[in-house]
Every structure is written in structure tokens, then in C-alpha cells.
């Protein structure tokens, strides 16, 4: 005699091929169920568990595994073909794709990263201080820290991010290949991020190539705003204006940059050895851009 899950078999099958993008956590199967036991006619004393072991001997639902070396392993359910993009976003809530995966689906260059960049702000936090020449030398003399939060999925790295507090300034929906709504930084936030942190994004040389992919994308008065907005203590409107300078953009674009003042030295890339110095900019950047 056929169970009252196999009875219902056709109905959940509809309910999950309705809901885009084939990522869920037990959580979401838990609700799931909860939801739609009575549309579906399953007996009340089926469980979660119970639920989740008939999803995945009877109609086809994988259990992906994502492994971190130093934060132990989660699991996630997926059905058919799934975005890897929205099942990282399920690894912090309140989250959003950024940097090099930003640079990416806005298709800023031509680099075809592995990696996914999540990214879930950190609460707000009073501002640090002021800045010096000394403070300033000091920071960028060290090579900058990166995520050790990282996460492998078949083939795929996730890094997770603690980023600035912005109450996600400039993050957009952008539609993924499933159809599925993906939250990323929009490309004048992205731009902004990614010099912050261009390891985040391949290396400076990959933040150049995305700037220069950017020109006709961009609304450089927006990307000024935003910068202003997010008030960082650091510069780097300097360091924003050279590349997009270097990157080819008319003065009209970039001369709002230079009126912000070029009070301090400031740096490109973190640890650089024997730099070279942009004087309009008062900038050091690597040999060779």
C-alpha cells in the first residue's frame, strides 16, 4: 500500500521545480513540509527527517556537501541543475555577492573565477581615529589580510567576507542563469570595493582591466557618491581617480576625484617593493600598470 508521500510524489514535485534556483537548506525543507502537508495530503506524522530520506531515495534530491579545512562542513539539498551563487548566499544570512564575483556577472572583464565572494556586513562600528602619513605608510607596508573563511564547492572556492557596515549601499538583483535573483553590488559599489581589497578580484591588474570594462557602464557621479557615502578614513578617491584615469576615461569623469584633495601619499597595493609615484595623484602604484 503506497504511502502518503509516494501519494503525493507528483504534487511536491511541482511545489520544488517552482521554486527557482534548486538550493535548500533542511530548514527550507522543514518549512516546507510544514506548508504544504495539507495541500499535499501527507500524514501529519511524517517527519523532517523522514521527508528529506523520501526527497532523496525517491525523486532525485542531492545532499552537496560544502567542506571548510578550518570551520568543519555544511550541507545543502539540491534539485537538478542549481546556482552555486545562491547556494554560497546560503552560508550567511543578510549576505550578498561582491568583488571578483560582482566583477563577474557584471562581466567588468574577462577573468572566470572559481571563486565566490559572500559577503555579510559586520554591525556598525564607531570611526577609527585619524589619519597620518605615519599611520598610513605603516598599514600599506604589510601585505593585507584575507579571509581564512573559505569553503569548497565541487570545484568552486567560497569565501566569506566580513565587510564594511554600508546597510548594503549599492547592492542590486541581478538575475542568474536559473532565473534566480541573485543580490550583488552594482558596478559603481563593485569598482569601489575592489580597490579596497583587489586581491578580492585577481590582483590589481585584473581591477585595471575591469575599470576599462566598466566605461561604458558606469555613471562616474554615481560611483563618486557612493565613495562619499561610505566615508572611509583612507583615500581612496585617490587611488579611484588613477585608475580611472589610467583605465582612459576623459578628466570629466575623474576631475571630481581630484577636487576631493590629495592630502596624503597614499597607496595602490599593499607590500609593493620599489613602486613607482603618480605625482597628480600623490599615489604609488606597482611597476609596469
Known amino acids: 500500500m503506497a504511502t502518503s508521500l509516494e501519494r503525493a ?16 537548506t533542511e530548514a527550507d525543507l ?9 495541500v499535499w495530503r501527507v500524514a501529519k506524522s511524517v517527519k523532517r527527517k523522514e521527508f528529506i530520506g523520501f526527497l532523496i531515495s ?17 550541507i545543502r539539498y539540491v534539485w537538478g541543475e542549481y546556482s552555486p551563487y545562491a547556494m554560497a548566499l546560503t552560508l550567511r544570512p543578510r549576505s550578498y555577492l561582491s568583488h571578483g564575483t560582482a566583477v563577474l556577472l557584471h562581466g567588468l572583464n574577462d ?71 541573485l543580490p550583488v553590488t552594482g558596478i ?16 590589481i591588474q585584473q581591477v585595471l582591466e575591469a575599470y576599462r570594462g566598466a566605461e561604458e557602464l558606469v555613471d562616474t557621479a554615481e560611483l563618486v557618491r557612493t ?10 578617491h585617490q587611488a579611484v581617480g588613477f585608475l580611472l584615469e589610467r583605465a582612459g576615461y576623459p578628466e570629466k569623469e575623474w ?15 599593499h607590500g609593493m617593493k620599489s613602486p613607482q ?13
Not at 609615484?277 to 600598470?289: A, I, K, T, V
Open 9 to 24: 510524489k507528483g504534487r511536491i514535485q511541482t511545489q520544488i521545480e517552482s521554486m527557482i534556483g534548486g538550493v535548500f
Open 30 to 38: 522543514s518549512a516546507m513540509l510544514s506548508a504544504n502537508a495539507g
Open 58 to 74: 525517491e525523486m532525485g534530491l542531492r545532499a552537496i556537501e560544502m567542506k571548510s579545512e578550518r570551520y568543519g562542513s555544511t
Open 111 to 181: 577573468q572566470a573565477s572559481k571563486t565566490i565572494y559572500v559577503n555579510q556586513e559586520q554591525s556598525k562600528k564607531p570611526a577609527s581615529g585619524t589619519l597620518s602619513q605615519e599611520r598610513l605608510n605603516l598599514a600599506f607596508s604589510r601585505r593585507q589580510r584575507t579571509s581564512s573563511y573559505v569553503f569548497s564547492l565541487e570545484g568552486r572556492r567560497v569565501v566569506l567576507l566580513s565587510g564594511k557596515h554600508t546597510v548594503q549601499l549599492g547592492v542590486v538583483a541581478h538575475s542568474g542563469l536559473l532565473g534566480e535573483r
Open 188 to 203: 559603481a559599489r563593485t569598482l569601489i570595493d575592489i580597490v579596497v581589497r583587489p586581491a578580492y578580484a585577481g590582483g
Open 227 to 236: 565613495l562619499r557615502q561610505l566615508n572611509y578614513l583612507y583615500p581612496y
Open 255 to 269: 576631475v571630481e576625484l581630484k577636487r576631493l584633495g590629495t592630502e596624503f601619499d597614499f597607496y595602490l597595493v
Open 277 to 289: 609615484y603618480d605625482s597628480g595623484w600623490r599615489l604609488f602604484y606597482p611597476q609596469g600598470m
